[in-house]
């Protein structure tokens, strides 16, 4: 099946850093890739749909400014988490969406640790 | 969407079949059932989806009852590399649409040696 690969699988930052997690569909073009959020013994939540070459769509209580997302190509989508703190410690995971066939594929995920 | 009800948690043996319920009974004409699971700190993999005939594949089976009410995915020789989350989606369109999936809770498979 479809691969997407996502990186870095955890990263520790100091609070008021910024992060980048990096997104790629390695051999499909995804228009559309989607972040979802999860923290411990919770289901993943969606916060924000990526499109390609248009701003990103932000779930209800997801803060654009936080979360900045890029999806500048079809292989492509960013999740850059502005001045981090401790309570955007989580596990992130983003899917991409091949339309050759008829399902979701997911990255690996990224722990994100703010101290 | 329609809403999906699964039992929190599950225990198997290894190497007997696991079946994992789940119920979707405002499920619409054209919703399909996906199933996916989530091994612990891994992103979630997709298993197996249906409409309403019954599907196989190499890692599962899905059973769709008739009235399409509930479904049972069914994982013939159950090993502890099985031990993850599984989540049963009900959505409109094949591949989640313009939308993302939405995650319910699901089925903590555990099982045992």
């Known amino acids: 099946g479809a691969v997407v690969s996502q990186h870095p699988s955890r990263v520790i930052c100091k609070s008021g850093t910024s992060v980048k997690i990096e997104c790629r569909s390695l051999d499909f073009q995804a228009t559309t890739m989607f972040w979802y959020r999860q923290f411990p013994k919770q289901s993943l939540m969606l916060m924000a749909t990526s499109n390609e070459g248009s701003k990103a769509t932000y779930e209800q209580g997801v803060e654009k400014d936080k979360f900045l997302i890029n999806h500048a190509s079809l292989t492509l989508s960013t999740l850059t988490v502005t001045s981090a703190h401790p309570e955007d410690s989580s596990f992130y995971i983003c899917?991409?969406?091949?339309?050759?066939?008829?399902?979701?594929?997911f990255g690996s995920g990224t722990q994100l640790s703010v101290l | 969407d329609a809403k999906t009800t699964q039992p929190p948690s599950m225990d198997c043996a290894e190497g007997r079949a696991a079946n994992l319920p789940c119920n979707h009974s405002?499920?619409?004409?054209?919703?399909?059932v996906y199933w996916y699971r989530q091994i612990h700190s891994q992103g979630p993999q997709y298993i197996i989806h249906g409409l309403k005939n019954n599907e196989t594949n190499e890692m599962a089976s899905l059973i769709i009852t008739e009235d399409r009410k509930s479904s049972t995915l069914i994982l013939p020789h159950a090993t502890l590399r099985d031990t993850a989350v599984y989540y049963c989606?009900?959505?409109?369109?094949?591949?989640?649409?313009?939308?993302?999936?939405?995650f319910g809770k699901g089925t903590h498979l555990i099982i045992q040696p």
């Open positions: 989606i009900v959505r409109v369109l094949p591949g989640g649409g313009a939308d993302g999936l939405t």
């Open positions: 899917s991409a969406r091949d339309y050759r066939e008829e399902k979701l594929f």
């Open positions: 405002t499920i619409s004409g054209n919703e399909y």
